[in-house]
């Protein structure tokens, strides 16, 4: 029995009363040995990784499902119940050996303190996820946080921590370990902000895919509880969740978590974004200082708008404009990508098509030239990567080589993709006299 259970994950979950009283039948000697524990209560969710709203439909499957409420009768039965169950845990359960979870979604403050009262009952726990809502709630977050700190021996003291006595650059130091900065832990896939229809949004890198659980939350890795998309608490959670309580602290405060936020994190505006509107976004949402304190930021240009190519080419120069008048070159790393072209190209058969993206892959690159004293650029050109390291020496000079020291490495080139088409060198020479023409005008 004690490897049975101390070897197995377990999941309760309760719609009615009756199915809490398993916990008041099972053995004291099962209970002793348990390890791993989720209940869901009342709650019955989308399964995680899965959209939250599906096609044609306003709301989730389960949005209907009954909540736990302060005036429901049903609530008020089943609480009664839930004190009975964690009395009778307390009194079996080994300090720091059991990793719990609680999923339940409820409607009002005093239902979720009365909940997680009798989670308090328990000893000290190895690891304690909660969760009380199905969307952000800051009170049903605090009292989940409250209770999970404090089952895990984790609780903060009365006494604040005086941050900000530290020197500025220890406390700038300490901020880079936060979600303001891009290695925290989370997962990897979070690491870029991107600029999503004039918004900022941490999700993954393929930009389509809509936020899904991080599988990793609870111990079960089910019945989402990430504290990003709920009022929840996870200490294993590997969604990134920026802390926007920072810039509510202080003016300093504020500072210096926008200075730590702008420095640290690459700024993706990518193929969901028209990049006639990047100008607009710039100057109206950010300010010159946190302009000049960017140090990375990708365009990701889409397939419409590498065909379109002469009707985005002024824009685009707009863009790089404004990035010389207002941003701070010499720190700045520029990253260009295309790689959305690269399944178009793939179908085409003529000369013409492919020296139509051709160049606008160089004119792209070419209104570049205006940055004088660009830390980095990273050219990505699917379906002409030898190009990539023309165009780059072409705008940073000779010497300059992406892939060396600290810059990152370029991936591997595959296949005749890699290989220049036989035009290239009349193409070549065209394009360059034209720019070097426009450019002593």
């Known amino acids: 029995?004690?490897?049975?259970?101390?070897?197995?994950?377990?999941?309760?979950?309760?719609?009615?009363?009756?199915?809490?009283?398993?916990?008041?039948?099972?053995?004291?000697?099962?209970l002793m040995s348990m390890t791993s524990l989720l209940i869901r209560l009342n709650c019955w969710p989308c399964l995680p990784g899965?959209?939250?709203?599906?096609?044609?439909?306003?709301?989730?499957?389960?949005?209907?499902?009954?909540?736990?409420?302060?005036?429901?009768?049903?609530?008020?039965?089943?609480?009664?119940?839930?004190?009975?169950?964690?009395?009778?845990?307390?009194n079996f359960i080994q300090p720091g050996r059991l990793s719990f979870t609680f999923i339940g979604d409820t409607k009002g403050f005093r239902v979720a303190q009365d909940i997680c009262s009798s989670i308090k009952l328990l000893?000290?726990?190895?690891?304690?996820?909660?969760?009380?809502?199905?969307?952000?709630?800051y009170e049903l977050n605090k009292i989940a946080r409250q209770t999970a700190q404090q089952q895990t021996g984790k609780l903060i003291g009365a006494q604040p921590f005086r941050f900000i006595h530290l020197p500025q650059e220890l406390r700038q130091h300490i901020l880079s370990?936060?979600?303001?900065?891009?290695?925290?832990?989370?997962?990897?896939?979070?690491?870029n902000i991107a600029i999503v229809k004039n918004r900022i949004q941490v999700r993954c890198h393929s930009f389509a895919v809509p936020w899904k659980c991080c599988w990793h939350?609870?111990?079960?890795?089910?019945?989402?509880?990430?504290?990003?998309?709920?009022?929840?608490v996870?200490?294993?959670?590997?969604?990134r969740r920026i802390p926007a309580e920072l810039f509510c602290v202080s003016k300093q405060m504020k500072a210096e978590a926008e200075y730590a936020f702008f420095s640290l994190n690459c700024f993706d505006f990518n193929m969901d974004m028209d990049i006639r509107d990047v100008v607009s976004f710039l100057t109206n949402r950010w300010s010159k200082k946190n302009l000049r304190s960017i140090r990375q930021i990708r365009f990701v240009f889409n397939d419409d708008q590498?065909?379109?190519?002469?009707?985005?080419?002024?824009?685009?120069?707009?863009?790089?404009?404004?990035i010389e008048q207002d941003f701070n070159i010499e720190s700045l790393c520029l990253i260009i990508n295309t790689e959305q072209s690269y399944d178009t190209c793939l179908w085409m058969r003529d000369d013409d098509s492919l020296r139509y993206v051709y160049d606008a892959?160089?004119?792209?690159?070419?209104?570049?030239?205006?940055?004088?004293?660009?830390?980095?650029?990273?050219?990505?050109?699917?379906?002409?990567?030898?190009?990539?390291?023309?165009?780059?020496?072409?705008?940073?000079?000779?010497?300059?080589?992406?892939?060396?020291?600290?810059?990152?490495?370029?991936?591997?080139?595959?296949?005749?993709?890699?290989?220049?088409?036989?035009?290239?060198?009349?193409?070549w020479g065209k394009i360059m006299r034209d720019h070097d023409g426009a450019s002593d005008d």
């Open 1 to 30: 029995m004690a490897f049975f259970y101390g070897k197995n994950k377990f999941q309760l979950l309760a719609k009615v009363q009756d199915d809490l009283e398993v916990l008041l039948t099972l053995p004291g000697q099962a």
């Open 234 to 239: 996870s200490e294993g959670c590997l969604c």
């Open 217 to 232: 939350c609870n111990d079960t890795k089910s019945n989402c509880c990430c504290p990003v998309a709920r009022a929840a």
């Open 177 to 191: 370990f936060t979600h303001l900065g891009p290695d925290a832990g989370f997962d990897s896939q979070y690491k």
């Open 50 to 90: 899965y959209d939250e709203v599906p096609v044609r439909r306003e709301v989730c499957r389960t949005y209907y499902t009954p909540i736990s409420k302060e005036w429901s009768l049903i609530s008020l039965k089943y609480l009664s119940m839930w004190t009975a169950v964690f009395t009778r845990l307390a």
């Open 306 to 322: 590498v065909w379109a190519w002469e009707e985005m080419r002024p824009a685009w120069r707009k863009v790089v404009e404004l």
């Open 361 to 427: 892959y160089c004119q792209i690159a070419l209104e570049l030239h205006i940055l004088h004293g660009l830390r980095d650029l990273h050219l990505e050109f699917p379906w002409f990567r030898k190009l990539e390291v023309l165009l780059e020496k072409k705008i940073m000079g000779d010497d300059y080589d992406s892939s060396v020291g600290r810059k990152r490495r370029k991936r591997v080139s595959f296949g005749s993709v890699s290989e220049l088409p036989h035009w290239h060198a009349a193409a």
């Open 123 to 137: 000893p000290c726990l190895k690891t304690c996820n909660i969760r009380l809502g199905r969307s952000p709630d």
